[in-house]
């Protein structure tokens, strides 16, 4: 059973538009939550993170907005460039019965930003 | 410059064999994980470590190994248990905050 759903398995976007990327998840005991965004045959790279405690959290041209009753959080990249294209994972962490912290990840979501 | 080195970048292995991912890192983190992503996947934790000489088994465990004598390094032994090993595997490490992660190694099976 998915924990942590991203059901568009693509986007593609205009340059100089808004990307929006969508997650959903289910465990309400997730606290934590990241996107990180991931080129082939690269690790993934840390993009942005929101606290459960916030529902808005922004850095530059991205924001992560968070809605606790719905269980999702979307990803908004304003304005898409095509250096953005990659495939972005949605993450969600909180603490396990093990007491550790460990991060369930989305499936990806491919953005293609057209120049 | 600090990281996380993970070598080889490919590895090929025959049926029966085990073989070990390496993977080491500067950045001082305690913790260190190990994932598995296959086309079309999502990160899969196989097992993360919290500190030396001490980890713990993620969701897909079975067929693998792992060992943590040095807080810098957490190799992986993929054995010749695991059924289906080819993909790309990824380590992490983490202190307080996010997961860095390495480059990858792609392991396929000759």
């Known amino acids: 059973d998915q924990q942590v759903k991203q059901n568009s398995p693509s986007l593609s976007v205009q340059e100089g538009r808004i990307s929006i990327l969508n997650c959903d998840y289910t465990n309400s005991m997730f606290d934590y939550f990241l996107w990180y965004k991931k080129y082939p045959a690269e690790g993934p790279t840390f993009l942005i993170s929101?606290?459960?405690?916030?529902d808005k959290n922004e850095d530059g041209r991205f924001t992560v907005f968070l809605n606790k009753s719905a269980k999702h959080l979307s990803l908004h990249i304003v304005p898409s460039q095509p250096g953005d294209s990659a495939v972005y994972f949605c993450?969600?962490?909180?603490?396990?019965?093990?007491?550790?912290?460990?991060?369930?990840f989305g499936k990806g979501t491919k953005l293609s930003v057209i120049p | 410059d600090g990281g996380i080195t993970q070598s080889p970048k490919y590895l090929f292995r025959k049926e029966g064999q085990n073989v070990t991912l390496s993977c080491e890192q500067n950045?001082?983190?305690?913790?260190m994980y190990w994932y598995r992503q296959d086309p079309g996947q999502g990160l899969r934790l196989i097992y993360y470590?919290?500190?030396?000489?001490?980890?713990q088994k993620g969701d897909i465990a079975e067929g693998y190994s792992v060992s943590r004598e040095k807080k810098e390094s957490f190799p992986l032994t993929v054995t010749s248990a695991q059924k289906n090993p080819t993909a790309f595997y990824l380590c992490a490490s983490s202190s307080i905050g996010p997961q860095h992660f390495g480059d990858g190694t792609r392991l396929s099976i000759l």
């Open positions: 929101i606290s459960s405690i916030k």
């Open positions: 470590s919290q500190i030396v000489n001490d980890f």
């Open positions: 950045l001082n983190h305690d913790a």
């Open positions: 993450a969600a962490s909180g603490l396990t019965g093990a007491g550790s912290y460990q991060l369930t």
